[in-house]
């Protein structure tokens, strides 16, 4: 596949815990740098959390200490583990690879999204 895949979405309550997966569409250990982004119902898309080839890790503010974002060389899968999940973290996940950072911030790579998971957290 030309393009990373996410799996991994459903539906949690409030509290709950998900794992979200990535295939990447390319060995994982030449991409730059891979991130989380998300799109609430009727926002914008906006980030979650950043993995560097390094391995050096960004967050949102918003998910801070509730989740943590990893990768599995040998699976060519990243992954975003949520806890403690909020009503507030409804929405589609999307994955994105080869995007690079400046001053800190990662820049997602315009060409390079997964399709989308959805994330329901019923209250």
């Known amino acids: 596949h030309v393009q990373p895949v996410e799996s991994g979405g459903g539906l949690v309550q409030t509290g709950g815990s998900l794992r979200l997966s990535c295939e990447a569409s390319?060995?994982?250990?030449?991409?730059?740098?891979m991130g989380w982004y998300r799109q609430p119902p009727g926002k914008q898309r906006e980030f979650v959390a950043s993995?560097?080839?390094?391995?050096?890790?960004t967050y949102a503010d918003s998910v801070k200490g509730r989740f943590t974002i990893s990768r599995d060389k040998g699976k060519n899968t990243m992954y975003l583990q949520m806890n403690s999940l909020k009503a507030e973290d409804t929405a589609v996940y999307y994955c994105n690879e080869g995007g690079t950072y400046y001053s800190g911030s990662y820049l997602p790579n315009l060409r390079t999204w997964g399709q989308g998971t959805q994330v329901t957290v019923s209250s």
């Open positions: 993995i560097s080839r390094g391995g050096a890790t």
């Open positions: 390319r060995i994982i250990s030449s991409i730059n740098a």
